[in-house]
């Protein structure tokens, strides 16, 4: 059964069908809330997935109570429990991705179930919405597909650079970041294969500082302004014109919500955060602020200065909430900015990091990044399939910079490249002080990626789940596929003996030796056995 309860009293009871139960929900009159129960058997049940869980162990654990919470800016209204062999035994969703969102999942010891409430933060302008209850006994990412297809999403479109390769500033050089140190790396980053740059962090204010626990107590304290440092930057729209004339798309980082302690924005405006303050800023209370001339400053930021896009940071720092409910109109402020952008270059770039790169928002970003994770290779592997099952293929997903400390062996230096594959790279390295052995690895797997765009980009993408996070990626169309290895004993789940060109990524300890378990048409790269660029080179051929 599937309890509907409006906070008007009314209540409407629907039968559940044993496989598939699909209701439409018609929002009443008078009423702010919705509150939806229904239940699923923990028979054969072994794991949970949910976009508001990190990549990692808890992904395949059965939590006692997970609270997920979505609106428009912020992870997605779905859950699938699944058995050991990653056959769905239940997932509960809505399409609803505006309103503000929480489902609730508890284990029922006395009835063996996950005992299941959503409530829904009803609006004035609630359209109505599905409410889906899927039992079918099929793979849980076919679930997820038909969830993301039940949407009714369109097609968009995204500007070709959306896919190309990208230099950011952040990790190599956090705030202390000037024009030359990015005219330096530049030069170097084009001539490695990458197109497009992000100044991060540090371009809007004169301290050159370094992340560290003191300075990121008073971090963000003079952000909000979004004036260029002079100090830094002289001239900047030159600056931008010679990076720009070098062959480089131009972006720079921005963070709307953020409202720093010394800038004149916060100053300006008392009472028009939310009174939550961290790191030197408070947030903007979207119900309350007047964001309109910081939307129209941000627009001219780009115009202006002829930038080709913003990273737009920090979307998703005020949560969900049913009580108080933001997700419409922190929606509207995005729609206000990237509509903006857009229309004084249709062709604008516009990143979203990862909690907001959700169906909701495919229709304002362009380009869809992995959560921050320096060093950490296999996170930025697993934090883009995230993205992929979200999202699936309908927008340009992005690997998190890939940042190795100096000094690292050749093989981590590839596996960081490798890992990235599954999405569009990205790098944040000071590009002065790599070895020419990093250069020669940079090279070989940005080349790979562009020789493997559409099929990367375009092509219909699989994940194989281990026992505590994902272990294998593989893409493919109608005459090629790639296949990306954190466990080599999974290869046999990705390969199949159709003929395709097919390129193995190997990524762990365990060698696959050539020819690829006797498949026509493949090669591999392991990454330990000494099978580095160039001796993997023959893949490129």
């Known amino acids: 059964m599937l309890t509907l309860t409006y906070s008007n009293g009314s209540v409407q009871n629907f039968p559940k069908n044993n496989d598939y139960t699909r209701i439409t929900v018609v929002p009443e009159k008078n009423a702010d809330k919705l509150i939806i129960k229904t239940s699923i058997s923990l028979v054969d049940v072994h794991g949970i997935w949910s976009y508001s869980l990190v990549p ?23 859950a699938a429990t699944f058995n050991i062999a990653g056959v769905n035994c239940g997932s509960f969703a809505t399409t609803n991705l505006q309103d503000d969102t929480r489902i609730l999942w508890e284990i029922n010891q006395e009835t063996g179930c996950y005992d299941i409430t959503c409530t829904v933060s009803l609006h004035s302008e609630t ?4 409410v889906i209850l899927d039992c079918r006994k099929i793979d849980w990412q076919d679930v997820l597909a038909d969830w993301r297809d039940a949407l009714g999403l369109p097609a968009y479109s995204y500007p ?61 304290e003079m952000i909000g302004d979004w004036n260029v440092s002079e100090k830094k930057f002289p001239n900047f729209k030159e600056h931008v014109k010679r990076v720009q004339a070098s062959g480089m798309k131009y972006m720079v980082w921005v963070a709307p919500h953020l409202w720093g302690f010394k800038s004149e924005l916060y100053q300006a405006n008392p009472g028009m955060t939310i009174n939550n303050p961290i790191e030197g800023y408070d947030k903007m209370d979207i119900h309350k602020a007047d964001y309109s001339g910081l939307v129209q400053k ?12 913003l990273k737009i940071d920090f979307l998703d720092i005020v949560e969900p909430d049913i ?4 997700g419409r109109a922190t929606e509207k402020m995005i729609a206000e900015l990237t509509d903006g952008l857009k229309a004084d270059n249709p062709e604008a770039l516009i990143e979203f990091r990862q909690s907001y790169a959700t169906p909701g928002m495919l229709k ?10 320096p060093f950490n290779w296999i996170m930025n592997f697993s934090r883009i399939m995230e993205i992929r099952l979200a999202i699936g293929n309908r927008g340009p997903v992005h690997a998190d910079p890939a940042y190795w400390p100096f000094g690292e062996t050749a093989e981590n230096v590839a596996r960081h490249m490798m890992a990235m594959l599954p999405g569009v790279p990205m790098l944040s390295m000071d590009l002065t002080r790599l070895s020419e052995m990093e250069k020669q690895i940079i090279r070989y797997y940005i080349n790979m990626y562009n020789n493997c765009r559409k099929l990367i980009n375009h092509g219909e993408w699989k994940f194989i789940f281990g026992w505590s ?16 290895l954190a466990d080599a004993d999974k290869l046999p789940c990705c390969m199949k003996q159709d ?31 000494d099978e580095i660029p160039p001796a993997g080179s023959a893949v490129l051929k």
């Not at 705030?175 to 490695?192: H, Y």
Request: net charge negative; with cysteine; charged share 20%.
């Open 56 to 78: 990692g162990p808890e992904k395949r654990n059965m939590p006692w109570v997970l609270p997920i919470d979505s609106n428009a800016q912020k992870n997605i209204p779905f």
């Open 298 to 309: 941000l627009c001219a930021l780009a115009k202006e200065n002829g930038l080709d896009g």
């Open 469 to 484: 996070d994902i272990t294998a990626a593989f893409v493919e169309n109608e005459t090629e596929r790639l296949i990306v």
């Open 323 to 326: 009580n108080h409910p933001n």
């Open 364 to 373: 304002y970003g362009t380009q869809f990044r992995a959560g921050d994770v």
């Open 127 to 130: 359209s109505p919405f599905d």
């Open 160 to 220: 070709a650079a959306a896919e190309d390769p990208v230099y950011c500033t952040w990790y190599a050089v956090h705030g202390a970041v000037t024009a030359d140190f990015v005219e330096t790396n530049t030069a170097i980053a084009k001539e490695l294969g990458f197109t497009t740059l992000i100044v991060d962090d540090g371009w809007c204010y004169d301290d050159m500082k370094r992340v560290s626990p003191e300075t990121i107590v008073n971090w963000y």
């Open 499 to 529: 003929g395709k060109r097919t390129i193995v990524c190997n990524l762990s300890h365990k060698s696959i030796k050539y020819p690829c378990t006797n498949a026509v048409n493949a090669e591999c790269i392991n990454v330990a056995d």
